[in-house]
């Protein structure tokens, strides 16, 4: 691992502050579960790593029937997963937490540095040594794609598990800099492109989300595919919320995807096949084929061909709506 200096502020003001003096030469800390791993491969170099885990005012999670759900960016993994209130009101973002990883990763990710994983790839996530021998890639210190030769944009997957959970309850994020607060729509801020990722400058923090106050108690759950279910990151992804009527019909869905494309991404269409309709066997399969245009996986994992992926997305999205529909309450 190259050698950086290590600061550890005690408030968001301090943190911003070190941010904004060393910008692009630093790289924020929370749990450490991506970072260290990226900066072991040399992946990431930082001169200065900023430490979070003193912020205790990003810790909370809070819910307000007039401001809605706010989750901050330094709750862990585990403790959204068990939380009673997310359990109950807001199922899908459980659903999602609790299926990252395995239990030590959960109990050091944060929900902050989940949100901002780096995009991942098989010719990127490698140590310098093979990268160097497979002359590097678009995404880091070469000017080939591998993936997509010929190719200007860069492919590398996300492969978060919570982002499309709280983009299927359209939730905003907060971020702080040396500009003062903003808080932008998730659908915003991730950019579908490997290499820019998202829509946050090298002096913000992402201090939290929110989730308004009319998806409480929408139902909802995140299924994923992937190789050890012990463990490993998705390979494909997908988080359904629902609003449903006494009758059992939907009032409202959303749906979105992971680790199919550079971003996660709400599907469209979806709701004007769904809603007030019985889910028939011809409705699901309409949504199965909206699920697979907006998925466009290409070969970065070794571990399941591009069309398993995305005919599985598509297979996620129909037991999702299945299961999101005959839950009771
Ligand atoms: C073996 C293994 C399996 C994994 N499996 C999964 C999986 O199945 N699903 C999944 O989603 N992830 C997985 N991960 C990735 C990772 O562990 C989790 O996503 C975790 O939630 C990352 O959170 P963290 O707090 O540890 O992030 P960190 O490593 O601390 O940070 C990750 C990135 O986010 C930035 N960052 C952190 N906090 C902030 C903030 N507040 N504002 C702005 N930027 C910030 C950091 O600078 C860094 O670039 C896995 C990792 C490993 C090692």
Request: overall charge positive; some cysteine; proline content about 4%.
């Amino acid at each position: 691992m190259a050698s950086f200096r290590l600061h550890r502020p005690q408030t968001l003001g301090e943190a911003v502050r070190l941010l904004e003096e060393h910008g692009a030469q630093a790289k924020l800390l929370a749990g450490g579960s991506d970072l260290v791993v990226n900066m072991r491969m040399r992946i990431e170099t930082p001169a200065h790593v900023i430490d979070l885990s003193r912020l205790d005012e990003l810790r909370a999670i809070e819910f307000d029937p007039e401001r809605g759900l706010r989750i901050g960016a330094l709750v862990r993994l585990n403790e959204l997963a068990e939380d009673d209130l997310i359990r109950l009101r807001f199922p899908v973002i459980a659903s999602a937490a609790s299926q990252v990883a395995g239990p030590n990763i959960r109990n050091m990710g944060t929900v902050g540095g989940n949100l901002c994983l780096d995009t991942r790839c098989v010719y990127y996530n490698q140590s310098y040594f093979w990268r160097k021998a497979n002359g590097f890639c678009l995404k880091k210190d070469g000017a080939i794609c591998h993936v997509a030769p010929g190719g200007k944009r860069c492919w590398a997957a996300y492969s978060g598990d919570l982002a499309p959970a709280l983009l299927a309850l359209d939730a905003a994020i907060d971020i702080a800099g040396p500009r003062g607060e903003r808080s932008v729509k998730l659908a915003q801020f991730f950019v579908n492109d490997g290499i820019k990722k998202y829509e946050l400058a090298s002096d913000e923090i992402v201090c939290g989300v929110r989730v308004a106050p009319e998806f409480a108690d929408w139902r909802g759950v995140y299924l994923k595919y992937r190789v050890r279910s012990s463990v490993d990151y998705p390979l494909a992804g997908v988080a359904v919320a629902a609003r449903v009527r006494e009758d059992g019909l939907c009032d409202d869905v959303r749906v979105a995807i992971t680790a199919v494309n550079p971003s996660p991404r709400l599907v469209d269409g979806v709701r004007e096949l769904v809603i007030g309709q019985t889910l028939s066997a011809e409705t699901l399969e309409q949504v199965a084929e909206l699920v697979r245009r907006t998925a466009k996986p290409l070969r970065t994992t070794v571990a399941a061909s591009t069309s398993y992926r995305r005919h599985i997305v598509g297979v996620l999205a129909k037991r999702g709506l299945i299961e999101t529909l005959k839950a009771q309450r």
